[in-house]
């Protein structure tokens, strides 16, 4: 094994590839994967071995279904006569969270979710929506005994437009600033 490496290709697929020089008696190389939470490994594919001279190189892509975890992949490279061996890991990182995100965008039903961080989840916060003249809409508290990340704001009474959510926290960090379209 010359050298095995991975990248993320986008949000949902990763690319991993190695090389290897003068294959002799290797029958199959596992792709194992596991992610940073978890300490084993698993096999997610296996690719036949090419046992040929000189140098040969070989990808393969993972279809990742969270786009926020990261994952670590080895190679087990097996020989015909049973042995196998590891290559190094290989640390892909996923996308990273903000510590507030709200969605839809544009919102097409009544109802506006706030994905907040396990961090922050722990915090009292104080959310606004205001118009974009600045005009106060809605108000909302997230009281610190509310450790739940996922919040969701009724904006029915809203009109059809662009507004601004904002977020401060009880110690008067602004966190957020985003504007959103209701449709």
Known sequence: LISFDGNKINET?????????????????????????????????ELSAKNIEGNVSYQFNDEIIN??????????????????????????????QNDIEMYPNPIEQNTMYIRISEKLSQKKLAFSITDMNGKHAINFIKNISDNSQ??????????????????????????????????
């Open 13 to 45: 697929k990763n690319e991993l590839k190695w090389k290897v020089e003068n294959e002799k008696n290797v029958d199959v190389y596992k792709i194992e994967r596991s992610n940073t939470l978890i300490t084993s490994f698993e096999t997610i594919s």
């Open 67 to 96: 786009r926020f975890e990261d994952y670590i992949y080895r190679l087990k490279i097996s020989d015909i006569d049973g042995k196998y061996r590891y290559s190094n890991t290989v640390l892909i990182q996923g996308k990273k």
């Open 150 to 183: 996922i919040q969701s704001i009724d904006v029915s009474e809203l009109k059809s437009g662009i507004y601004i959510l904002k977020c401060v926290s009880n110690d008067g960090n602004n966190l957020l600033n985003k504007t959103f379209t209701i449709k």
